[in-house]
C-alpha cells in the first residue's frame, strides 16, 4: 500500500499528464508489486480527476483519507465518498493478495504481465521485467493519464546488484528508450510527495534564466510524516534540514540525499559544465523523437550482462562502491562544475517514513557514516579530488559528513575516560581554582548554549533537544565506531536495507516517545555497556566523595569539577537508558541478555581501571601516596602490586594522620644561607631542598641555586650546583655540627623549602644489651625510621607541588591572556561570519524573486 501511495501522489502531480511518465523499480520484482500497481492503474482513473477537481493536497490516497474531514459541499462530499470507497476497496484487494502471499489464478488472467513470472525463480534470481501499464490511457474525464511503467531488473546471484544505484540506473537506461524526459525526479519508495505544485516549483529552478544552466540537481529536505514532538530518536535532524543544507547551498549546492531530488538527465549521465552551452526546452508537448523500441530491447538494457565493460557507475549514472551512492554521485556532479540548488518550502513537498526503532536509527546511520568515510578515502574523496573544483566552503561541507565516523572516537574518549579517571580520582583537566578551566568552561558552555538555541530556532523542543544529544551520543559511540571498525578491518559494505515494517506494539511506544530497544545487537549491547559505565563511575565517584574528610572532598571536587560535569550530564541524559534497563516492563525494554553483559562489562572495566590503573600512572589525586609507593620499590613492580592494596591504604592513613608533623623551612634567599644540623655519630641525614619561588621572574628559569654540605670539622661532604630540588642523605662519620650552604646566583630573591633530619640506627641503642628485646627494638627502630623516611619524602613531595603550582599559577595566567585574546578573535569572527551569512540571505532572497 506504500508503492501504491507514493505512485499515486506523484501520478497526480499538478503538471500536464501527457508530459509525466512514472516508473516504479521493483527491486525484489515481486508480482505482488505488480499486482498493486495494476490496481493502482486502475483506481487512478479516478483518484486524479478527484485530485484535480477539487484541488486536493496530499496526494497520496492514505495521507489524504486519513487527515482529510469530509467535506460539505453536497457534489464534493458525493464524490468524497465514492472515491473513499473505491480506496478501500482496492486496499482490501491489495492486502488479501499479499496476506496469500500469490496473486490467485482467475486475478492473473487480467494482465497479460503475469506472463512474465512464470520463469521467476526468486527476488535474487529472475529476468528483466517491464510493463508499460497505462501509456497516456484516458482517465474518466477523458484527460490524459501519465504513463506508468513497471520494472524489474535483471537480478543473477552470481552479478553483483549494486543496490539502489544499480537500481537507477537499470531505470535510467530504460526510461531512455521510453519517454526520456530531460528531468528525472527520484522518490524512495517509502515517501510521497505531498505537494502537488513541485514539480513546477523544481523546475523554475532549472528553467531559470540567468543562473538555470548551472543546475545539476534541486534537492528538497527529507521530511518525515511520523516524527514525534519530542522525537526521540532525533529523526528529523531539524538543524541539518533548516541550517546546515542552506549553508551549503550557498557554497554550491546541497549533497544528493537519494530522494526528493530532480536531476538533468545528462547531467546524470555524466555530462560536464560548459559556460557556453545552454539546455534546449523543447517547446512541443510530443516526444516524437523518442525512439520506439520493443519491450524486448528494453530488457536488455535492465539485464546483468548490460553494464559490462561500460562506464556505467563510474562515469554515467550513479556510482558504485559506496553505501551512500547519492552523496558520492552528487559530490562528482559538483566536480564536475555544476551546482546545486536547495529547496526547502514551508509545506514540506515529500513525506517518507523515519526509523521508529533505536537499532533502525543505528544501523542507518551506521551506513550513511561508513558510506561518507569510505567517500573521504576514496578517490573522490572531497579533501583532495574536490579541491581546486569545488568551493572551499562545499569541501568543508562535505568533510562534515565524511568525518562523522572518525569523531567517534573522540566522543568515545570523552564519554569513558574522563568518567573512569573521576571514579579513580586522576585529574586530566585543570582544577576549577586555576584559570585553565575557564577555556574548558567557555567551550563546554558555548557550546551546548550555541546547539540548544539553534535547535530552538529550528523549530525543536527542550526535550526534543535533549533527545537529540542523546541520539547523537549513542551514534557516535556505536554507529560510527563500528562503521570505522568496518572500514579499518575491511568488512564488506552492506546496503541493509531500513525496516518498513510496522509492529503495532513499537508504533505505539514510538507515539508514546519510549525508546525502542526490543532486540539485541552488538550496537545496542555497546550503548548500554557505555551508559552503564557511566552509571558505575558517577556512583562510585559519590560513594567515594562520602567517604572522605570534608577537607579532601573539597579539593576532589574542585580538582575533578569537569569531570563531575561530564559524568553527570552522561548520567543524566542516559536516564531513559536506565529505566529501560532496570526498570520498564514492556517488550520495548533492553533485553536481558543485554542488560547482563552491559552491567558486566561495565563492571569489569571500571574495577581493572580502577585497580590495575594504579601503578602505571602517578598523575593520581593521591599523587604523594603513589609516588611514594613507587619510589620505595621502583625495580619490583610485582611484588609492589601484592603489597599495593594494603600499602595504599596504610599510607592514606598515613598521610592524613601526619600531615600536621611534617616541618620544613621556608626562607627566601638574597645572596647565601647557611643552617646547621646537629647529627650523632653513625646516624643518617637526610635532607632535600625545592626551590619553590622565584621573585619576579617573570619567565621560570631553571638555574636554581646551590648548596654544599659541610662536617664539624670543615670537611666538604656533598655539593649540588645550579638545583632546583634535589634530595640526599649521608651517614653522619662525625659526631657534631653539620653546616648547609645555599648559594643563590640569580639577581632574584628565591624562596627555598629545605628540609633535614637524622635519624638512629638500632645499634646505637645501648641499653638493648637483653638479647631477646633486640629484635624487637631493632624492628621499632626500623618502623620509626621508615616513617621519618616517609614523612620526608611526603614533605619533599608537597614542596614539589607547590613549585608546580606556582608555575601552574603562572602559565595559566599567561594562557588565560591567550584565551581571551583568542575568544576574542572568535567571537569578532562570528559576528562577521553572522554579517556575511545575513548579506547572503538578503541576496539570495534578491535572487529568488526573480
Ligand atoms: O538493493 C536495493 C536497496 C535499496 N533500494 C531502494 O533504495 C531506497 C532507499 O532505501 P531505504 O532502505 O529506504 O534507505 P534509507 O536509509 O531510508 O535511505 C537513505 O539513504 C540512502 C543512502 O544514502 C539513500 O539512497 C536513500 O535515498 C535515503 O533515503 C528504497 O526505495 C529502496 O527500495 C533498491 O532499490 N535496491
Ligand atoms: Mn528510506
Known amino acids: 500500500m506504500m508503492v501504491v501511495s507514493t505512485v499515486l ?146 537480478k543473477r546471484p552470481h552479478h553483483f546488484h549494486n543496490f539502489k544505484a544499480g537500481a537507477m540506473n537499470a531505470l535510467i537506461r530504460v526510461s531512455s528508450k521510453i519517454s526520456n524526459g530531460p528531468i528525472i525526479l527520484n522518490v524512495d519508495c517509502d515517501m510521497y510527495s505531498n505537494t502537488s505544485d513541485t514539480v513546477r516549483d523544481a523546475l523554475c529552478f532549472f528553467m531559470d534564466e540567468e543562473k538555470g544552466h548551472e543546475i545539476a540537481f534541486v534537492q528538497y529536505p527529507q521530511c518525515f510524516e511520523n516524527v514525534t514532538k519530542n522525537e526521540v530518536y532525533g529523526g528529523s535532524m531539524r538543524v541539518l534540514r533548516e541550517v546546515d543544507f542552506h549553508g551549503l547551498d550557498g ?18 549521465l555524466g555530462k560536464s559544465f560548459d559556460e557556453k552551452s545552454r539546455f534546449e526546452w523543447k517547446t512541443d508537448n510530443e516526444h516524437d523523437d523518442t525512439p520506439r523500441i520493443t519491450i524486448e530491447e528494453t530488457k536488455n538494457l535492465a539485464s546483468c550482462t ?180 568496518d572500514t579499518i578491518l575491511g568488512s564488506d559494505l552492506s546496503f541493509v536495507i531500513s525496516s518498513k515494517v510496522m509492529d503495532n506494539d ?56 569537569v569531570h563531575v560535569v561530564l559524568c553527570a550530564a552522561l548520567v543524566v541524559l542516559n536516564l531513559p537508558l536506565y529505566l529501560a534497563l532496570f526498570v520498564r516492563k514492556d517488550k520495548g525494554k533492553i533485553p536481558n541478555s543485554v542488560t547482563v553483559k552491559s552491567v558486566f562489562l561495565a563492571l569489569f572495566i571500571s574495577i581493572v581501571f580502577y585497580f590495575v590503573g594504579n601503578f602505571t600512572t602517578d598523575l593520581s589525586f593521591f599523587r604523594s601516596s603513589i609516588t611514594i609507593l613507587n619510589f620505595q620499590s621502583p625495580l619490583c613492580s610485582i611484588q609492589m602490586r601484592k603489597l599495593s592494596m594494603a600499602t595504599a591504604v596504610a599510607m592514606m592513613v598515613l598521610l592524613t594522620a601526619n600531615i600536621g608533623l611534617v616541618v620544613g623551612i621556608r626562607f627566601v634567599i638574597d645572596r647565601e644561607e647557611c643552617f646547621s644540623h646537629k647529627a650523632e655519630y653513625g646516624s643518617t641525614v637526610r635532607f632535600s631542598f625545592v626551590v619553590i619561588k622565584v621573585e619576579g621572574a617573570w619567565h ?101 607541588t607547590d613549585r608546580q603550582a606556582l608555575i601552574n599559577e603562572g602559565m595559566s595566567r599567561r594562557a588565560m591572556h591567550k584565551a581571551l585574546v583568542e575568544s576574542a578573535a572568535l567571537i569578532g569572527a562570528s559576528v562577521l561570519q553572522v554579517y556575511l551569512l545575513i548579506r547572503l540571505f538578503e541576496r539570495k532572497l534578491g535572487m529568488s524573486r526573480v
Open 700 to 800: 621560570y628559569n631553571e638555574d636554581g641555586v646551590d648548596l654544599v654540605v659541610k662536617g664539624p670539622k670543615g670537611e666538604q661532604i656533598q655539593d649540588f650546583r645550579d638545583k632546583t630540588s634535589d634530595k640526599s642523605d649521608f651517614v653522619a662519620h662525625n659526631e657534631g655540627l653539620y653546616k648547609f650552604c645555599f648559594t643563590n646566583k640569580s639577581p632574584y630573591h628565591e624562596t627555598i623549602d629545605f628540609d633535614v633530619h637524622s635519624s638512629h640506627f638500632y645499634n646505637d641503642v645501648e641499653h638493648a644489651k637483653d638479647d631477646h628485646f633486640k629484635p624487637i627494638l631493632e624492628q621499632i627502630s626500623k618502623l620509626e625510621d621508615a616513617l621519618y623516611n616517609i614523612q620526608f619524602e611526603q614533605h619533599w613531595l608537597e614542596a614539589e
Open 251 to 268: 557554497n554550491g549546492g546541497p549533497l544528493y540525499v537519494g530522494t526528493g531530488c530532480f536531476h538533468r538527465r545528462d547531467i546524470l
Open 506 to 561: 513499537v508504533q505505539a511506544r514510538y507515539e508514546k516517545e519510549m525508546m525502542e530497544f526490543g532486540v539485541s545487537s552488538p550496537l545496542t549491547t555497546t550503548v548500554a555497556t557505555l551508559s552503564m559505565l557511566n552509571l558505575v563511575c558517577f556512583l562510585g565517584f559519590g560513594m567515594k566523595s562520602v567517604l572522605m574528610d570534608a577537607k579532601t572532598r573539597r579539593v576532589y571536587y574542585e580538582t575533578m569539577v
Open 306 to 485: 548490460f553494464e559490462i565493460d561500460t562506464e556505467w557507475g563510474k562515469e554515467m549514472g550513479l556510482k558504485y562502491g559506496c553505501p551512500v551512492e547519492d552523496v558520492i554521485t552528487g559530490l562528482s556532479i559538483h566536480c564536475r562544475g555544476w551546482k546545486s540548488v536547495f529547496h526547502n518550502p514551508k509545506r514540506e513537498a515529500f513525506l517518507g517514513m523515519s526509523a521508529i526503532t533505536l537499532d533502525q536509527t543505528l544501523v542507518q546511520h551506521k551506513r550513511w557514516s561508513e558510506g561518507d568515510l569510505l567517500i573521504l578515502i576514496s578517490k573522490y574523496s572531497p579533501a583532495w579530488y574536490g579541491l581546486g573544483k569545488i568551493n572551499p566552503g562545499l569541501i568543508m561541507g562535505y568533510l562534515m559528513y565524511c568525518l562523522w565516523s572518525p569523531s567517534s572516537v573522540p566522543t568515545l574518549y570523552y564519554s569513558i575516560v574522563p568518567s573512569l579517571c573521576l571514579l579513580k580520582g586522576v585529574p586530566l583537566f585543570p582544577s576549577v581554582t586555576s584559570g585553565w578551566c575557564l577555556p574548558f568552561a567557555y567551550i563546554i558552555i558555548s557550546i551546548s548554549a550555541f546547539d540548544y538555541l539553534e535547535f530552538l530556532r529550528c523549530g525543536g523542543t527542550t526535550r526534543g533537544w535533549c533527545n537529540d544529544r542523546r541520539i547523537w551520543l549513542y551514534r557516535r559511540t556505536s554507529s560510527y565506531l563500528f562503521a570505522l571498525l
Open 9 to 154: 501522489s506523484v501520478m497526480a502531480y499538478d503538471y500536464p499528464p501527457e508530459k509525466l511518465a512514472v516508473y516504479l523499480s521493483d527491486d525484489g520484482g515481486s508480482e505482488l508489486t505488480f499486482y498493486a500497481l495494476t490496481q493502482a492503474a486502475m483506481f487512478s482513473k479516478k483518484w486524479l480527476p478527484y485530485c484535480r477537481n477539487y484541488k486536493v493536497e496530499p496526494r497520496s490516497p492514505i495521507a489524504y483519507f486519513r487527515s482529510a474531514t469530509p467535506p460539505s459541499n453536497m457534489k464534493h462530499e458525493q464524490d468524497y465518498n465514492d472515491v473513499k470507497k473505491l480506496f478501500e476497496e482496492m486496499k482490501n484487494r491489495i492486502e488479501n493478495v499479499t496476506n496469500n502471499g500469490r496473486v490467485s489464478d482467475d486475478l492473473r488472467l487480467e494482465h497479460k504481465g503475469y506472463g512474465e513470472w512464470d520463469s521467476y525463480t526468486s527476488p535474487r534470481d529472475h529476468a528483466a521485467i517491464v510493463q508499460i501499464l497505462l501509456d497516456h490511457n484516458e482517465d474518466e474525464e477523458g484527460h490524459s493519464l501519465p504513463k506508468l511503467v513497471y520494472l524489474a531488473r535483471e
